[in-house]
């Protein structure tokens, strides 16, 4: 019952569709040792016309629903982002039982639990390598290689244009807004940069990477977000003289049956092998009771990597298409009624070291002042620098690493060293993390 | 036809088999959730009895091929090492119709012809996640996850004892032969350390990885191999002026046709984060045409780690047995038929650029004769330390870049500074990437 052809129903041709239209005719003959069938680009549809691009002999559309609707095509290959038609046009592919492929995280973040389930009832897969750290094989990872893990935390720069933009102010000392106007010029960032800036991206990709990792499902909303304009670059540069580098990280983390769910810029020793990852790379560390520490680095964007993500998805998918097998609808790892809904930390309750950097008359009063604030809060000091600066100065900077205390008992240390008459201005607060 | 027990056989009770029991109890209700049927460990065997380890209710022999006999076992997992029995055990089990799951990378690099043939003639999967880089899914990635790639290069620190002594080396300016008794006291080198040493352990896995990366058979005796105790602090400490570490790694890369294959130490920009790789860790970086750079790290070692390989590759098999399909036998990435014998290129037309040391006399003849025998073999310098030592001295040593060069090329300078009269002893060379 082996099938000569799976054929692919492609929607989108931006950058990502076009790349998976290269690999598809570059590994033309490989792939068909491989999978044992062709893979055939069938239907193709895009909004707007696009004379230039060859799609194969395909079909073109320029409705998206008529791939979901065309009989001959087996994967259909949602590339067209956005949670409105898109959700619409993956409903349309799973009713007709087809099997899907996307690259979008916002669309599964924001209506992954309808899908997944509408899939799994179908006995359709839904696959979606693309859609976190893009080339990166992490969700392949999770899924099979830690298969008999208990996965404890994953941890990653899951957003490349806010890794360019803080690699960029560390080597060079330059100002946020700066920089992500830089990014905006090349291609790195969008013209509405408040996604990638705020967090919002990261969470969308933590929330499915932690859900797989878990088999929990999680609300987006859940998750702490503190976007990466909050770094300045003497934060970065007092950062380096500690040992640390700053970057901006999404974390899940398993605090007994519940978990912490965070974005947010963070300090990492610069020994780890995570804080050499620079520039639009992106980067996920994953902790398992089995296996302990992997780190995964890769590209996170870019026409070529992700689409290498989603033809692998489309390779898999054919592979048993041709071998004569239904392709696995267990798409989340595990069957969705195994899944619970996951109880998320509240953020003053999640603990970690943290950064404090402020202004403080040079006296040895002003330091046992704010000394006593972090100890009558159970908050002790790992290290400290104080500049002297030159003796016309008021106040100089100081700058402290905490040990390990809760988000609600720095925020109070930080209420009360700001009060005090021997500080000026506000407590910069940064966390740390050493993995 | 779904069947609700998956058999194992466990053959060898070490280290790695009582990891493999371990996470098969531990993961027991999560597997039989994931899989949908249980993953019974049916029968152990192992020479040495071992009444310590619980067996978890499997049948006990003291015979390994009595578990390859049992009717009842689905996959054997061949946990035995070496490559006499463990090839006689592992064609038995193929011959009675089981899968099979191995971590033996010296059985596969030197037997792997006749046994992935055998499985394939059979129809059957013999998986070998754990073979190379323990608990890294390197295999899993080059042949799933890069499906549509062509791979270009593979790059790693596959051998964790070489990059324990070169890591306790560069932090404590210690000498190797000090570092590897330590090592062996630790555990992490064998009792006789030749072949982690001398780069046989790292060649056998490079063969193997890069047999699946390119589709060739290769003879792991075409690989070019130096020690890791070619490398002393005095070369570190120049390489890290320099902004290098050192690492051993394994390399192979496509050139035309062909395909360079070396193991060797080799410096590395310090700003790649491979560099940062440390201890007993391991690190593999692939290039390839639809992904770019991928780096994957994690423990390349160990009980738990290796066993989470291990029990990847049963749990994977075990989801196929359980979904009642034939799990595939496309174990190296495609039909064997279509595979071909590598070209390797010889060592002497390997080119990259290069790091030399010697010593020189301190004079602005001694330095031109030097560069002399460098350029008139058409080798630039990238950069140079000269060592200004005390005037007593007669002479100071001299630390070289060149740019890119044949190992025949820099053979033939060195052999040419060699014999300068104003230079004294040996050069030392070593090859320099920056990937």
Redesign the interface.
């Known amino acids: 019952m082996t099938k000569r052809s799976v054929n692919i129903g492609l929607c989108g041709l931006g950058t990502v569709g076009q ?1 998976v239209i290269e ?2 005719a ?2 033309g003959d ?2 068909r ?2 999978v ?1 069938a062709d893979i055939a680009l069938r239907h193709c549809a895009t909004r707007t016309p696009k004379p230039e691009i060859n799609t194969l002999g395909a079909t073109e559309s320029r409705d998206v629903f008529a791939v979901a609707q065309d009989p001959e095509v087996d994967v259909l290959v949602e590339l067209i982002g956005g949670t409105t038609v898109a959700k619409d046009l993956v409903v349309a592919a799973l009713e007709q039982g087809k099997h899907v492929v996307t690259a979008n995280k916002a669309l599964l973040a924001e209506h992954g639990e309808t899908l997944f389930a509408l899939a799994e009832a179908k006995g359709l897969t839904l696959r979606f ?1 693309a859609a976190v750290a893009g ?3 992490i969700i ?2 999770v899924k ?7 996965v404890t935390s994953v941890a990653g720069i899951i957003n490349g244009t806010g890794n360019f933009i803080l690699t960029e102010m560390a080597a060079k000392g330059r100002e946020f807004a700066d920089v992500l106007e830089e990014a905006q010029a090349l291609g790195y960032a969008e013209a509405d940069p408040t996604f990638d800036v705020d967090g919002t991206d990261a969470a969308q990709k933590l929330v499915l990477l932690a859900s797989l990792a878990f ?1 929990q499902r999680i609300d987006v909303a859940s998750v702490f977000k503190q976007g990466v304009d909050s770094v300045s670059p003497t934060d970065i540069d007092y950062a380096r003289e500690l040992g640390f580098c700053i970057k901006h990280l999404g974390i899940a983390k398993r605090q007994g049956s519940a978990i912490e769910l965070r974005v947010h810029p963070t300090l990492i020793p610069k ?8 520039g639009v790379l992106n ?1 996920v560390m994953i902790n ?12 996170g964007a ?1 026409s ?2 992700t ?3 989603v ?2 998805d ?3 998918i054919a ?1 048993s298409i041709a ?1 004569g ?2 392709p ?1 609808a ?1 798409n989340m ?3 969705l009624a ?1 899944f619970s809904t996951a109880s998320i930390v509240d953020i003053d309750h999640v603990s970690s070291s943290w950064y404090l950097r402020l202004e403080a008359e040079d006296t040895p009063g002003a330091m046992a002042a704010i000394t006593q604030c972090l100890s009558e809060r159970d908050i002790g000091i790992a290290s400290l620098i104080q500049k002297l600066d030159s003796p016309d100065v008021q106040r100089v900077p100081v700058v402290l690493l905490t040990d390990n205390a809760s988000t609600a008992a720095i925020a109070s240390a930080m209420k009360a060293i700001e009060a005090l008459p021997s500080v000026g201005g506000q407590v910069t607060s940064l966390r740390v993390e050493y993995f």
Do not use: W
């Not at 020994?271 to 620079?278: L, M, P, T, Y």
């Not at 520490?293 to 890769?298: I, R």
């Open positions: 790349g690999l598809l570059e590994g490989v792939l040792t491989r044992g390598e080339g990166i094989p392949e990872t099979s290689s830690l298969a008999t893990n208990h088999g020994s780890k092998a995570i804080a050499q990852v620079d980067a398992a009771s089995g296996v302990g520490e992997l780190l995964l680095v890769g590209p870019g070529r990597p689409a290498s993500a033809t692998a489309i390779a898999a592979l071998k097998d239904q696995s267990l790892g595990i069957p195994y």
